[in-house]
């Protein structure tokens, strides 16, 4: 058995940062050569620690990053236009695109995978809509479709 510092998440074998051990065949011509790993060195050891705690200060700017936009989000109501019939139901349908291009032109930027929206919204009136930008940074957009 061959012990290794992986470099970056492995599915089935560990995150970035953790020590493992591994048959010499599958480090050397699977995670070495994809430079997801290291040998289990005292200098990759010291390299790695490095590499974890920019990793670390990266993923807490984002996270910061994140919330704030999730509080500037929370903030914000969407109104988007659509034809409807006389009981407030749509001719066609609001998606999760039609939500994003609002979005941008409002100043926002956000991925239209990234909003939670189970089916398209059909009806007149006040939607909430979570927008998931991160895995633990959530933020409610309310969209307020208004009939043409």
């Not at 591994?22 to 010291?46: H, I, Q």
């Not at 066609?92 to 990234?114: E, M």
């Not at 927008?131 to 933020?139: C, E, T």
Request: proline share 3%; net charge positive; no cysteine.
């Amino acid at each position: 058995m061959m012990e290794v510092i992986l470099r970056e998440d492995v599915q089935s074998l560990g995150k970035a940062g953790q020590l493992v051990r591994v048959k010499p065949g599958y480090a050397r011509n699977f995670l070495l050569p994809r430079g997801l790993a290291f040998e289990a060195t005292e200098g990759n050891k010291k390299r790695i620690d490095a590499e974890a705690r920019a990793r670390a200060s990266k993923a807490s700017a984002e996270k910061a990053a994140a919330e704030q936009l999730a509080a500037q989000l929370g903030a914000i109501t969407v109104t988007l236009r659509g034809k409807a019939g006389e009981e407030g139901k749509l001719f066609g349908s609001i998606t999760s695109q039609d939500i994003a291009a609002a979005l941008t032109t409002q100043g926002f930027t956000v991925d239209k995978r990234k909003l939670e929206l189970e089916h398209p919204i059909k009806t007149v009136g006040f939607h909430s809509v979570i927008v998931r930008l991160q895995s633990d940074v959530h933020a409610e957009v309310k969209v307020n479709i208004v009939p043409e």
